[in-house]
């Protein structure tokens, strides 16, 4: 699988199709994003599977848009997961990336890594290696709306309390680009407090990822207190889905229901 | 989501009021008082409290 990628993003800058590529090198021991340039060797490519599949990925969408504010007028090539591929329609969808000057190279996901994800499309449209992996199904949201509302508190307040404010969750997210943050806002959340508003904080953060999240999990990874924010946020997507029949980011050029005014269709 | 946390769902209601019907206003905030009255105190201060305690306790 990665030598074909390999191949195809030579090719791209072989032929002068993009400025550069972002992708993930590995290098004294670690697997950092890079942006690789034509004439430079692809040597220590990699798709951030180390011990196990994905086991190593970045928000490379995040750096894509830094990219992209620096080099207006330059195209760039991205590899994506199925998630990330999501996270590139949502960003152009949200106006902060330009579809013509991106090109996605894109990698299925293995089945065992979609069935943990319980991911929507662990597959990109873009697929330049790779099967079409069949998406799963939602499971720990069920589990917890099986809970009654008693053990559910339990379990929330329990996991708020954790967060420590580090703000990783919304630093390492890929759709969350705002100059002006919410969670830094004084009336909602008083700084230097801790624990946070429960659940002001965390709620927060849900509604502003209704349309947005990709359900990548990064933040959820990225969260030192273990706080299952995935878990919240699949909760958003699943009411947003039910209610508004909208999914972020699975359906290319598709409005989200949260910015446009009038009756429901 | 306030249902999914665990928190009553009837603690938090958005209703759209025009300025010019302020009856409606005063209905609906009674009837939100009223609810809320019918539900008690909110859990939420005190298990915050409680759950700060019990990590002090056990440290990670
Ligand atoms: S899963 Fe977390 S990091 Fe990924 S898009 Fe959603 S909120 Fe952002
Ligand atoms: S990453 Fe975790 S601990 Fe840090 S702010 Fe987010 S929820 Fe809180």
């Known amino acids: ?73 330059e195209t760039f090539g991205v590899l994506v997961r199925g998630c990330d591929e999501r996270g590139l329609y949502g960003l152009f969808r949200l106006n902060q990336l330009t579809e013509d000057r991106v090109i996605p190279v894109g990698f299925s996901c293995p089945a065992e890594l979609s069935e943990a994800c319980e991911c929507r499309k662990p597959y990109p449209d873009s ?35 954790k967060c420590v404010k580090c703000y990783g969750c919304r630093d390492v997210c890929p759709m969350c680009f705002c100059k002006e943050c919410s969670l830094e806002c004084e009336d909602l959340v008083a700084k230097g407090d801790l624990p946070v508003e429960v659940p002001v904080f965390h709620l927060t953060r849900a509604m502003h990822m209704a349309d947005r999240c990709v359900d990548c999990g990064l933040c959820d990874e990225a969260c030192p207190s273990d706080i299952p924010l995935r878990l919240l946020y699949k909760k958003t997507a699943q009411i947003m889905d039910t209610d508004y029949g909208f999914t972020s980011g699975l359906n290319k050029n598709e409005r989200s229901p949260l910015s446009q005014m009038g009756p429901a269709k | 989501m306030l249902d999914f946390t665990g928190i009553e769902k ?46 002090k306790e056990a440290p990670a």
């Open chain 1, 127 to 161: 697929l330049v290696a790779g099967e079409k992996t069949e998406s799963s199904q939602l499971k720990k949201v069920a589990e917890m709306d099986g809970k009654d509302l008693a053990r559910r508190f339990d379990f929330w307040t329990a996991q708020f309390v």
């Open chain 1, 1 to 73: 699988m990665i030598e074909t990628i390999k191949q195809h993003v030579a090719g791209l800058l072989t032929e002068k199709k993009i400025a550069g590529f972002l992708g993930l090198i590995e290098k004294n021991g670690h697997v950092a994003p890079h942006l690789f340039k034509d004439g430079e060797s692809l040597a220590g490519f990699t798709l951030g599977d180390r011990k196990t599949a994905g086991d190593a990925r970045y928000p490379l969408n995040k750096t894509l848009v830094t990219l992209s504010r620096a080099y207006p007028e």
């Open chain 2, 10 to 55: 009837e603690r938090l209601r958005a209703r759209w009021v025009s300025s010019a019907e302020a009856p409606e206003f005063v209905e609906e905030v009674n009837a939100f008082i009223d609810t809320l009255k019918e539900l008690g105190p909110s859990p939420l201060k005190a298990a915050v409290e409680a759950k700060k305690e019990e990590q």
